[in-house]
């Protein structure tokens, strides 16, 4: 069950909560058929717990957002963009631990 404070990001919110959002945003691209995608969510988990309101954790289902994934160009998944004013800051492709996803968000605040 993910945390409570994970956005599912569609075309119709994605300018909402995550363009227009006034902290650093981190956007995961998964597929339900993604071993890694399954591993790597409830660490998303923990990090939305531990950071609150001082990040936002999204989430994007590639197969139910294909022109989302289009748009940014995603080939594998999972797939993290790190988001700041609108603007990508990074991009990584693969697994992330915890603490450096943590220490990811919290250098872009």
Same mark, same amino acid.
Do not use: Y
């Given at each position: 069950?993910?945390?409570? %404070?994970?956005v599912? =990001? +569609?075309?119709?919110? !994605?300018a909402?909560?995550?363009?227009?959002?006034? @902290?650093?945003?981190?956007?995961? !691209?998964?597929?339900?058929?993604c &071993?890694?995608?399954?591993?790597? %969510?409830p660490?998303?988990?923990?990090?939305?717990?531990?950071? &609150?309101?001082?990040?936002k954790?999204?989430? @994007?289902? @590639?197969?139910? $957002?294909?022109?989302?994934?289009?748009? !940014? &160009?995603i080939?594998? @998944?999972? +797939? =993290?963009? !790190?988001?700041?004013?609108?603007?990508? $800051?990074?991009?990584?492709t &693969?697994?992330?631990?915890?603490?450096?996803?943590?220490?990811? =968000? $919290?250098?872009?605040?």
């Open positions: 069950m993910a945390h409570e %404070s994970i599912n =990001l +569609t075309a119709d919110n !994605f909402d909560e995550a363009e227009n959002a006034s @902290v650093p945003v981190l956007i995961d !691209f998964w597929s339900e058929h &071993g890694p995608c399954k591993m790597l %969510s660490v998303l988990d923990e990090v939305a717990g531990e950071l &609150g309101d001082s990040a954790i999204t989430k @994007v289902d @590639v197969m139910d $957002q294909r022109d989302l994934a289009m748009k !940014f &160009g080939r594998a @998944v999972p +797939t =993290l963009i !790190f988001m700041k004013g609108g603007e990508i $800051q990074e991009t990584k &693969g697994i992330m631990s915890k603490d450096a996803l943590i220490e990811k =968000l $919290q250098s872009l605040a």
